[in-house]
Nanobody, 122 residues
Framework: QVQLVESGGGLVQAGGSLRLSCAAS????????MGWFRQAPGKEREFVSA???????NYADSVKGRFTISRDNAKNTVYLQMNSLKPEDTAVYSC????????????????WGQGTQVTVSS
């Protein structure tokens, strides 16, 4: 099993940047594919980005070119660098882990953090 704890959320003006972190417990972090998802009020959870065990990445079209996912296996941490933030990026951001390949479907991820709020003001 793995436990995930997100940090780095907050309030930022449109056009600003934030970096989210997701720290994982355990010694097998490098074997997990990691994903970031978000859920805005009244909306379903949606895929944001994912990174494979080997470092391949995938992004939702809505964040491509603005967000960058990365991982540091030595620190058991995955990051989401968010630049050029827009009000529509406002949501609770959660990281997730799964054994196996990187996928975009949230139901394929077995382990979840508690989420961190990101609010972008206009």
């Amino acid at each position: 099993q793995v436990q995930l704890v997100e940090s780095g959320g907050g309030l930022v003006q449109a056009g600003g940047s934030l970096r989210l972190s997701c720290a994982a417990s355990g010694r097998t972090f490098s074997t997990y594919a990691m994903g970031w998802f978000r859920q805005a009020p009244g909306k379903e959870r949606e895929f944001v980005s994912a990174i494979s065990r080997g470092g391949s990445t995938n992004y939702a079209d809505s964040v491509k070119g603005r967000f960058t996912i990365s991982r540091d296996n030595a620190k058991n941490t995955v990051y989401l660098q968010m630049n050029s933030l827009k009000p529509e990026d406002t949501a609770v951001y959660s990281c997730a882990a799964r054994v196996g390949i990187m996928v975009v479907h949230d139901k394929a991820y077995a382990y979840w953090g508690q989420g961190t709020q990101v609010t972008v003001s206009s």
